[in-house]
């Protein structure tokens, strides 16, 4: 198939993964110290969140040498378990004698893991480009066509996905000059022709190559959806159906053109 050097299509830029792009700070556990005290060990830790929230921080033990954390511990005190705040100096004090009188003396690691119990969320204003973006949650779907006879939609077949962000809107006019403007991109469609279906900067950009729209998904810190992610989230989870609204589909209802295609006018 032949591709045209310009696509009278629509710019969908997508974000990167939703861990990778989650706005929320992660905890960050560090100078994990441990020592023996009597019966006791004291885990002396810093901990901290940059986004100010409380935290669950649980202690996990090795008694191989951090190969299996899968020692039973239950008797501590100290700042663990829910509510911890940041700080420095925080100090955990287990009863090893209390919980695991056989292996006392064994040479235990320690590990202190932190969760602000915060996941990705759901939607955010990109912020070079101000665009809204969703979060399109993992999971996995269909791929492929066995209805409409199309051989090189096929075999059908599962595909999972990670969750991702992706653009509410199609990039607007207005957000690709930005781009123009900022970077310095040198662009080489026709205004004129993109005016006549886009007259205004809140219409969608159009007349767009690949070069175009994988300068301005750089530009922005997006990049361009696979494949599978654009049929993923497109469908809606929309589950063993050709179109949103069933198998059918009408001009009342999109924008295309196929006249071989079966479809009600």
């Not at 004090?93 to 996941?119: C, H, K, M, R, S």
């Not at 969703?134 to 779907?141: A, N």
Request: charged share 20%; aromatic share 10%.
């Amino acid at each position: 198939m032949k591709i045209p050097s310009y696509w009278c299509s629509i710019l969908m830029l997508i974000g990167l993964t939703a861990m990778a792009q989650d706005s929320n700070s992660r905890p960050e556990v560090t100078n994990v110290v441990a020592q023996q005290v009597g019966q006791q060990v004291e885990i002396s830790y810093d901990l901290l969140d940059r986004d100010g929230d409380l935290m669950t921080v649980s202690l996990q033990v090795s008694s191989d040498g951090g190969s299996k954390f899968d020692l039973v511990a239950k008797s501590f005190t100290g700042e663990v378990g829910e509510g911890i705040t940041s700080g420095q100096g925080k100090k955990i004090i287990w009863q090893v004698a209390v919980d695991i009188p056989d292996l006392y003396g064994t040479n235990f690691v320690f590990e202190v893991a932190a969760d602000d119990n915060v996941g990705p969320t759901e939607s955010f204003v990109h912020p070079v480009d101000e665009g809204s973006m969703v979060l399109i949650p993992s999971g996995s779907f269909e791929m492929g066509d066995h209805l409409d006879g199309i051989s090189n939609a096929l075999p059908v077949h599962t595909v999972e996905l990670d969750a991702f962000y992706m653009d509410v809107n199609e990039v607007t006019v207005g957000q690709f000059k930005e781009f123009v403007q900022e970077s310095g991109y040198s662009y080489q469609g026709n205004w004129d022709n993109i005016a006549r279906t886009s007259p205004g900067d809140d219409y969608p950009m159009s007349y767009v190559s690949w070069n175009d729209a994988m300068a301005y998904a750089r530009w922005s810190g997006k990049r361009l959806p696979t494949e599978a992610e654009w049929e993923y989230a497109a469908r809606g989870g929309l589950v063993g159906k050709r179109y949103p609204r069933g198998d059918e589909i009408s001009h009342d209802n999109a924008n295309y053109y196929a006249p071989n295609r079966r479809q009600v006018v």
